[in-house]
């Protein structure tokens, strides 16, 4: 069936490091691939998506793109601030319109 | 103007009362949801309305009952709670999730504990 894998957390990284957030998924047909943030005690937010293949979502210096070909989009950004620390969720739409989530994985980032 | 809003924040409460969770939009959708948040983040949709009517239906136990009384709102009624039960309850909002790439908006959650 329909599912999101991410990679396995926590994650802990200093202050201007690299970040890369795994994330494949298995789905049918063409869905829209999205990653939303949740900052400490607050709703999730949509932090980029991708609807087709090779497209490229950016947002506050995140980047991930849509490969059809390896059904993943992983989640990279060149330079973590403290302020990044949240929890990521890798997330799709598929045929029948429901968003299916990822376990989520914790991002903590330190000065 | 907060778009997706939720009553309580907070919910506290004893094994088998009964309780319910509020959501407003402000934003002119059409559809609603209902999410689950487990204490190891995992969020699971338990419903979706669109335009008052019901169209996900999870397997989610009968004591949880959604009710929309029209499309700016969907209230979660909660019978006989359990320990189980306790969790955060997101709802959130979109206005076409047919359509690619449709944005889902999430309000801030309400953590409910069932001692």
């Known amino acids: 069936g329909d599912s999101v894998t991410q990679m396995e957390g926590p994650v802990t990284l200093s202050e201007e490091a690299f970040l890369t957030i795994n994330c494949t998924y298995t789905?049918?047909?063409?869905?829209?691939l999205f990653w939303y943030v949740q900052y400490p005690g607050e709703g999730l937010q949509l932090l980029l998506k991708?609807?087709?293949?090779?497209d490229k979502g950016s947002n506050k210096g995140f980047e991930a793109t849509y490969r059809k070909e390896t059904t993943s989009f992983h989640l990279e950004k060149g330079s973590v601030q403290v302020s990044d620390s949240a929890v990521y969720f890798c997330?799709?739409?598929?045929?029948?319109?429901?968003?299916?989530f990822g376990k989520g994985i914790t991002l903590s980032v330190r000065p | 103007d907060t778009a997706v809003s939720q009553t309580p924040k907070y919910l506290v409460t004893q094994m088998g009362n009964d309780k319910s969770i509020k959501c407003e939009q402000n934003?002119?959708?059409?559809?609603m949801y209902w999410y689950k948040q487990d204490s190891k983040k995992f969020l699971k949709i338990m419903f979706s309305?669109?335009?008052?009517?019901?169209?996900i239906n999870e397997t989610v136990p009968n004591r949880f009952s959604p009710k929309s009384p029209d499309k700016a709102h969907l209230n979660l009624h909660i019978n006989s709670l359990e320990l189980g039960d306790s969790a955060v309850y997101f709802c959130?909002?979109?206005?076409?999730?047919?359509?690619?790439?449709?944005?889902?908006?999430f309000g801030p959650g309400t953590r409910l504990l069932v001692l």
């Open positions: 959130a909002s979109s206005q076409n999730p047919r359509l690619a790439g449709e944005t889902q908006y």
């Open positions: 789905a049918t047909g063409y869905p829209s």
């Open positions: 991708a609807t087709k293949a090779d």
């Open positions: 997330a799709f739409t598929g045929a029948n319109s429901k968003l299916t």
């Open positions: 934003l002119g959708h059409d559809t």
């Open positions: 309305y669109n335009n008052k009517e019901l169209i």
